[in-house]
Structures are given as structure tokens and as C-alpha cells.
């Protein structure tokens, strides 16, 4: 399973390379570039949140099984637990910086 710093190089990457070619699309005035490029980022973003996801449903599904004596190991438990904070973590940090982009784009029109 990859690290966090793994799906933070990975969202980063995705999402830089995105952006710079929509910018230079948009420099073109090809609006229908642009308009892929506006939808594959949308659907990075939507597979990137349904990873998130999965790690904090995976996460309670083991808290409930803990409860339920299901799960022997607790390291297990935590060790899931953490993965889904920081994938949240992660996720809350970058719309915040999508939205502070957002912003300055909008400023600068």
C-alpha cells in the first residue's frame, strides 16, 4: 500500500500536470482542450476523494469489528485508524489550496 507521502506526490503530480496544460490550452484559446483537461481533473479529484473513502470506511469497519472481538491484533486498528486521519488530513489541505487558487485566479481577472 503506498505511504502517504506517496498519494501526496501522486495528487501534487497529477494535479500540477493538470493545470499547467489546461493553462497552456487556455493561452491557446482551444476551449475544447480545455475542456477535457477540466474533466480528467475532475475525475483525478473524484478518484482521489473515493480513496479517502474507502480508507475511513475500511477504518471503521475494523473499529467495529475491535468492538465486536473480531480483531485480535489492535495495531491493526490503529494503524487503519491513521491512514484514514491523514488521508483526510490531505485531502482538507488541498481544497483549501484549490480554493485559495481558485481565489487568486479570480482576483487576477
Known amino acids: 500500500m503506498a505511504t502517504t507521502g506517496d498519494v501526496l506526490k ?8 493538470t493545470i499547467f496544460q489546461a493553462t497552456k490550452a487556455k493561452q ?5 482542450n480545455t475542456d477535457s483537461l477540466i474533466e480528467s481533473f475532475q475525475d483525478i479529484f473524484k478518484e482521489k ?3 479517502v473513502d474507502k480508507l475511513i470506511k475500511h477504518e471503521e469497519e475494523m473499529e467495529i469489528k475491535l ?4 480483531v ?4 491493526d486498528v490503529m ?3 491513521q491512514k484514514a486521519k491523514i ?8 481544497r483549501s489550496f484549490l480554493l485559495s487558487a481558485y481565489d487568486k485566479l479570480i482576483q487576477l481577472r
Not at 501522486?10 to 500536470?17: G, L, P, S, Y
Not at 468492538?67 to 473480531?70: D, K
Not at 485480535?72 to 495495531?75: A, I, T, V
Request: overall charge negative.
Open 79 to 81: 494503524i487503519a485508524e
Open 28 to 32: 491557446k484559446n482551444d476551449t475544447t
Open 67 to 70: 468492538q465486536a472481538g473480531e
Open 49 to 51: 476523494i473515493n480513496e
Open 10 to 17: 501522486i495528487i501534487a503530480d497529477d494535479k500540477t500536470n
Open 87 to 94: 488521508a483526510l488530513d490531505l485531502a482538507i489541505a488541498i
Open 72 to 75: 485480535q491484533n489492535l495495531h
